[in-house]
C-alpha cells in the first residue's frame, strides 16, 4: 500500500506511513525547502560522518529523519554566513578560528541566527569570549557527579527526565549522559540584563563538582567546585 499526495500536477507517494515519512512527502510535493542544519568544520569538530563513539553519524541520521537536511560548513574560506541556515551546530572544535570566522560567528548570532554549541572541557578561547557576551560563562574543568552517572564514570553524569528544568518537554525521557561535560556558569552582562535571559535546560545533582585539576575523581576543597552545576543552558 502507499499514500499519494497531490498538489496542483504534482502527486509523490510515500510508502512509509511514520511522520518523517509524511512530512517528507508533502514537502516535496508542495516544492518547499527542506530547512537546513549546517555542522562547522574545520577546527577538529566531532566528525559528523563518523560512528566512532566521538562521531555524530546517529545524530545526523536522526536530524535527516525529522526532515532537516544536514550539510558541513567551513568558514575558513568565506565571507559571509548561509542565508538559509535554520541551525548552525558547533561541536566540539578543538582548533583556532581565524579572527574573520570569529566575525561572522558574532554576526550570525548577532542578526538573530539559531546555534546550538556543543563544547568540550576546556573550549577555545574565542568560543568563551563569544558565548560570554551572551551570558553563557565557560569554566575550565569538568563535571563530575558521584549521585548520578553513567556507570562506572562519574566524569560522565546522567540527567532524568525529571531534572530538567523543563520537564514537560523530556518527561518521557528516561535518561541522558553527559561525558566530558564542560563547566558553564549563566553571567548576563550587566548592559544585557534587560533584554538577555539564560536559563538552565540541565542540572548535575547537589553531589557533583566541577573537577578543575587533574582528573582525579575526587572533590577538592578550595579548588573544585561543588554543584549542582548547569550541563547545558539556553
Known sequence: PALVFESGTRNQPTFGFTEQDITAAILKVTGTNQPRVYFM?????????????????????????????????????????????????????????????????EQYLEAGGQALFLLDPNPLPEIKAVLAK???????????????????????????GNQ??????????????FPGAAGIEMEVPEEDQDHLIVLPLALSTRRSFL????????????????????????
Request: proline content about 8%; charged content about 20%.
Open 41 to 105: 568544520v574545520g577546527h577538529g569538530e566531532h566528525d559528523i560522518n563518523s560512528a566512532e563513539d566521538t562521531g555524530y553519524n546517529l545524530a545526523i541520521e536522526g536530524i535527516k529523519a525529522d526532515n532537516y537536511e544536514v550539510l558541513p560548513l567551513n568558514l575558513s574560506a568565506a565571507s559571509e554566513m548561509p542565508s538559509d541556515a535554520a541551525l548552525l551546530i558547533v561541536a566540539g572544535p578543538k582548533k583556532s578560528f581565524l579572527p574573520h570566522e570569529v566575525k561572522l560567528l
Open 164 to 177: 530538567y528544568v523543563f520537564p514537560d518537554i523530556t518527561r518521557d525521557v528516561a535518561a541522558a549522559f
Open 211 to 234: 573537577e578543575t585539576g587533574p582528573a582525579n575523581l575526587q572533590f577538592d576543597q578550595g579548588t573544585d567546585i561543588p554543584g549542582p552545576h548547569p550541563l547545558a543552558v539556553i
Open 134 to 160: 551572551w551570558g553563557v560563562k565557560l569554566k575550565d574543568g569538568s563535571v563530575v557527579d558521584e549521585a548520578l552517572y553513567m556507570t562506572p564514570d562519574k566524569a560522565t553524569p546522567a540527567v532524568q
